[in-house]
């Protein structure tokens, strides 16, 4: 097998390696992590010396196909989920606390159709901004079925944490009057609740995936792309992206 050269731009180191368990280590359990495969030094040396950005879309020009290997190439379809519409979102904040934005990008039989952004908040969180990611997704979800209660819909986050919030916990928390198990009252109420109900109306329809963040999985990138859109904009309400639906000059939008 041919030797693999990995550049990581965002991990607990950053650099040119040629060792991808050691690359697994330094990007694990980073949400923020940036790194991409080569099949040669020189072009990782090359593409180190610039954005990960910018060879996100170099790599998107070329791509022809998803790959599932290690080096992360653009995906379009994160789990294979035979779903007619998958629902990607993000949030993103910076600093955190700080200003917050929500993007979502929408897929139908694994075609981009929509992409969407706002929800400014100027002294938000990047767990609010993932949380009103899923609710703004359910809501999206929630409409399509209403057209077609027969549809198969994926929604999918990188944030674990929003979707343990709704999928594993919120049950607990409303038995328990919306409090931990120490009874202190959870963080972020209002949307969990919007969320938690919204989700239990359309839970036999829709299936709630966790994606990597920051791994090159096309519709997550993009949605990405659209919250740190919506936290440069300000937008504070939730509307589409009106502009051209060009994939190659969104992912090139400045990343969260």
């Given amino acids: 097998m041919a030797k693999k050269y990995y550049v990581i731009w965002k991990g607990t180191k950053t650099g040119v390696f040629d060792n991808w368990p050691e690359v697994q280590q330094l990007t694990s359990g980073r949400a923020d992590a940036q790194y991409m495969g080569f099949t040669t030094k020189d072009d990782a040396e090359k593409a180190f010396k610039e954005s990960y950005t910018k060879a996100l879309t170099k790599r998107s020009l070329t791509q022809k196909k998803p790959s599932t290997k290690p080096e992360n190439t653009l995906n379009t379809n994160a789990h294979g989920v035979n779903a007619d519409i998958q629902i990607y979102s993000d949030g993103a904040c910076s600093p955190n606390p700080g200003q917050a934005g929500t993007g979502i990008a929408v897929y139908q039989k694994s075609k981009l159709t929509q992409l969407w952004y706002g929800l400014y908040d ?50 607990g928390w409303q038995r328990k009057g919306w409090k931990k198990a120490d009874g202190q009252p959870i ?70």
């Fill in 122 to 171: 100027a002294n938000g969180t990047n767990n609010t901004a993932e949380l009103l990611g899923l609710l703004e997704s359910f809501k999206l979800a929630q409409q399509y079925l209403q057209k077609n209660s027969e549809m198969r819909i994926e929604v999918l986050s990188d944030s674990r944490y929003s979707i343990d919030c709704i999928t594993k916990w919120a049950s």
């Fill in 187 to 256: 963080k972020n109420p209002e949307i969990i609740k919007a969320c938690f109900e919204l989700y239990q109306q359309i839970k036999q329809q829709v299936i709630v995936s966790h994606v990597k963040g920051h791994a090159n999985i096309e519709g997550n990138e993009l949605a990405d792309r659209m919250a740190v859109y919506a936290r440069m904009t300000k937008q504070k309400s939730f509307v589409t992206y009106e502009k051209a639906l060009n994939i190659t000059s969104i992912l090139a939008m400045p990343s969260g």
